[in-house]
Nanobody, 130 residues
Framework: EDHLVESGGGLVQPGGSLRLSCKTSGFTFNRYYITWLRQEPGKALAWVSSINPHGDSTFYADSVKGRFTISKDYGDNTVYLQMTNLKPEDTAVYYC???????????????????????WGQGTQVTVSA
């Protein structure tokens, strides 16, 4: 069963916007932190943003703060990542992940791997290019 399914990626020009979706199923949505991460070719996974189980606390990497917004839709069990003012350096495969642990439990890790999370999606490609 695919517990997390990402969509919404694509090709966009610098300065443009995209909204990524992470449709969840098979677990209790309001008990899990949902996190977006991204990976550029040949590079390690990088944390982008997280939202707490009740959706009232959000966290962002400095590189996306002020440009990206994470939100939860409890009616559809979906997490969104609204991305604005996109830059070429935002180009990556974006993954969503779910876990009961707060990001504080693993953000200090030198290397982030999918094994940290209970559920992991298949990823969606975002390309920012003129």
């Amino acid at each position: 069963e695919d517990h997390l399914v990402e969509s919404g990626g694509g090709l966009v020009q610098p300065g443009g916007s995209l909204r990524l979706s992470c449709k969840t199923s098979g677990f209790t949505f309001n008990r899990y932190y949902i996190t977006w991460l991204r990976q550029e070719p040949g590079k390690a996974l990088a944390w982008v943003s997280s939202i707490n189980p009740h959706g009232d606390s959000t966290f962002y990497a400095d590189s996306v703060k002020g440009r990206f917004t994470i939100s939860k839709d409890y009616g559809d069990n979906t997490v969104y990542l609204q991305m604005t003012n996109l830059k070429p350096e935002d180009t990556a495969v974006y993954y969503c992940a779910a876990d009961r642990k707060s990001p504080a439990a693993w953000l200090h890790e030198a290397i982030i791997t999918p094994s940290i999370f209970t559920y992991w999606g298949q990823g969606t490609q975002v390309t920012v290019s003129a």
